[in-house]
């Protein structure tokens, strides 16, 4: 009850630093209105900087910047792609654009992401039916890398290039690199919920400067250089509005804030709930170091009394948002065929995640008063099952 009079508090909402309105202002007074300018060209750059990557292009979305890796890669009609199952649909949807088809694979306890003995057995059944991927897409979840060096390692046995989706993940690290920088290509997403944002928004990053000059050109319509509207090739509209560019320009300036601001959050829960039996929090790999994008936990009802659903409605009964775990994508509707290969013959961890995950609001400007109320809501909710 009481719902209505409660402040909303939400699972990651965007968090502007003040700094974005000089940008727009500074976008209308050039009259730079238009996709491209000098906003994108600079947003870039100052990303390609941060990253250290050689080469970056500013996209209308993350899923495009993840349809182009995939048409770079020449994947098509009757290819196949392995794709991390525990995601967004995002990841996986610019995979049949192209009209190739998924093979889905696990997760690892470790890190929540790609599991190196899901993929190597993917490999091996792909070796046999002389059938081996046209690319692998990683994806680093919830703000943490997967083990790159390791996935790195098993794809280049099979000369199978690696598309990171670091879409969740910008500001993590793998062995003090950039997560997103590791693969042939990486994806950015600047997603309203996203740790940093444009309102929406996407970067395609690479050392491979002529891949990401060829991206540039697909993403404009691919217009031939000719005085006349000529074109040889099939194009998108996928590049970024200057306006939004500039956004992204003033949000990247405070990354190095939100990354530590969510780190806190992440921190305060930890600590809040270390005396509840059958919370368990998602790993930090000791490879690198998590942004905490989104806290995310498991809860043991056989442990606590109370499961993941229980706690997201306690919350939304409270006006607060909270969600579970991605729902795995081999277990979607929309790729009911597809191939999918567990971490363990008798164990799918993306499954037992999905069923005892849940994630707690997150935002980089989550107060500490709202976030106590998130913490009061649970702990009642665990004390009432406890008498
Ligand atoms: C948000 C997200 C995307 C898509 O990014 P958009 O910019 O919304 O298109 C892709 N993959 C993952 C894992 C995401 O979380």
């Not at 974005?20 to 870039?44: H, Q, S, Y």
């Not at 806290?295 to 009394?305: P, R």
Request: proline share 4%; aromatic share 10%.
């Amino acid at each position: 009850m009481g719902s209505i009079l409660k402040k909303r508090i939400y699972l990651s909402p965007p968090h502007m630093s003040g700094m974005e309105k000089e940008f727009i202002a500074r976008a209308f007074d050039e009259n730079w209105v238009a996709p491209l300018g000098p906003n994108v060209d600079a947003f870039e750059q100052e990303l390609a900087n941060y990253v250290k990557t050689k080469a970056a292009v500013a996209l209308s979305s993350g899923t495009a910047a993840i349809h182009l890796a995939l048409r770079l890669l020449n994947v098509g009609r009757g290819d196949s792609v392995f794709c991390s199952t525990l995601t967004f649909v995002a990841s996986a949807n610019p995979i049949l654009y192209q009209g190739a088809k998924p093979v889905f694979i696990d997760s690892e306890p470790e890190s929540w992401n790609m599991s190196k003995e899901a993929l190597k057995k993917a490999f091996l059944d792909a070796k046999k039916k002389n059938k081996l991927p046209k690319a692998v897409i990683v994806v680093n979840l919830y703000g943490q890398s997967a083990d790159m060096d390791e996935i790195l390692n098993i794809c280049s046995e099979f000369y199978v290039p690696v598309i990171e989706d670091a879409a969740e993940s910008l500001g993590a690290t793998y062995k003090g690199r950039a997560s997103g920088t590791l693969g042939k290509f990486g994806i950015y997403s600047f997603n309203g919920n996203k740790i940093i944002t444009t309102s929406g928004g996407g970067m395609l990053v690479s050392d491979d400067e002529e891949a990401i000059a060829r991206a540039r050109f697909l993403a404009a319509q691919a217009r031939d250089r000719a005085l006349h509207y000529q074109h040889s090739k099939m194009g998108y509209n996928y590049r970024m509005s200057n306006i939004l560019a500039g956004i992204g320009r003033a949000q990247l300036r405070v990354l190095e804030d939100r990354i530590n601001a969510r780190r806190t959050v992440f921190n305060r829960y930890v600590e809040a709930f270390s005396d509840v039996e059958g919370f368990e929090f998602m790993p930090e790999a000791h490879y690198g170091r998590a942004t905490r994008w989104l806290t995310a936990l498991t809860v043991d009802e056989n442990l606590c009394g109370i499961s993941a659903a229980d706690i997201i409605n306690a919350l939304a009964d409270e006006n607060i948002e909270a969600r579970p775990v991605w729902k795995p994508m081999h277990a979607q509707p929309l790729f009911e065929e597809c191939d999918y290969y567990p971490h363990q013959e008798d164990f799918s961890v993306s499954d037992y995640l999905f069923k005892k995950g849940l994630c707690l609001p997150s935002g980089s400007n989550l107060t500490k008063e709202d976030q106590n109320r998130v913490i009061e809501c649970i702990k009642n909710l665990v004390a009432k099952v406890k008498s």
